[in-house]
């Protein structure tokens, strides 16, 4: 027979024991809405990019949802893609057969990775290319200005990096940022997926922020 000072004690510590599982199951609950919640926004990231279209204000809760990157997360090539959201620039990188960006270093980075009409790529230098006309002036877009950019290709080249990798607060986020030389735009970043990023591209002298995603080439 269990003494009765002994009987009680057994029966306090298995209390304690059922208290302590049902809180680390509780425990277990409450993380689970967190995983969901960032897969998905991971995947309605995804569908985004796939469509290559969103409203403004659906992109944006997206890029504000999703993680942040480091500057060694972002080191390589990347293949880029637009996403339109009715904003001035929605088509205009992409009929000139904009590649991606490459970034080798921290301190060493090809924002602007273009293609021939062999497919082979070239880098063109940002100061060079008419960001602010890009702004108001919708005719170049048309589908001839291809063939004048890569005429004239020679002029807007360079094999000099253009821009740097640093860490920079957006939206209340401290995430890696692409910073142009010579030109006031900020790229940052947030991540999708290991191969995947979102950029909001912030140019001074725009109202609204132009959305892009890249994905790593393996390159």
């Not at 990775?113 to 170049?140: C, D, E, K, Y």
Request: charged letters at 20%; a positive charge.
């Amino acid at each position: 027979m269990v003494p009765f000072g002994q009987g009680m004690a057994v029966a306090v510590k298995t209390s304690q024991k059922k208290s302590a599982t049902r809180s680390g199951a509780k425990a277990v609950q409450r993380e689970q809405p967190k995983k969901t919640g960032s897969s998905a926004i991971a995947r309605q990231a995804k569908d985004v990019i796939m469509a290559g279209q969103s409203t403004p204000a659906e992109a944006l809760r997206i890029f504000d949802a999703l993680p942040i990157v480091d500057l060694d997360f972002m080191i390589g090539r990347w293949q880029g893609s637009g996403i339109h959201t009715d904003h001035p620039m929605d088509g205009l990188l992409e009929n000139y057969a904009w590649f991606g960006k490459e970034f080798i270093d921290a301190d060493h980075v090809h924002p602007l990775l273009f293609t021939n009409a062999s497919g082979s790529l070239f880098i063109v230098n940002p100061a060079r290319m008419p960001m602010g006309l890009a702004l108001t002036q919708q005719w170049l877009k048309r589908p001839f200005m291809r063939g004048l950019f890569r005429l004239f290709r020679f002029l807007l080249t360079t094999a000099q990096t253009k821009a740097r990798l640093r860490m920079t607060e957006l939206r209340g986020k401290v995430s890696a940022t692409m910073c142009y030389d010579d030109l006031p735009i900020h790229d940052c970043f947030r991540r999708v997926d290991p191969n995947t990023v979102l950029g909001y591209m912030d140019f001074k002298h725009m109202d609204a922020p132009f959305f892009f995603a890249l994905r790593r080439t393996g390159d």
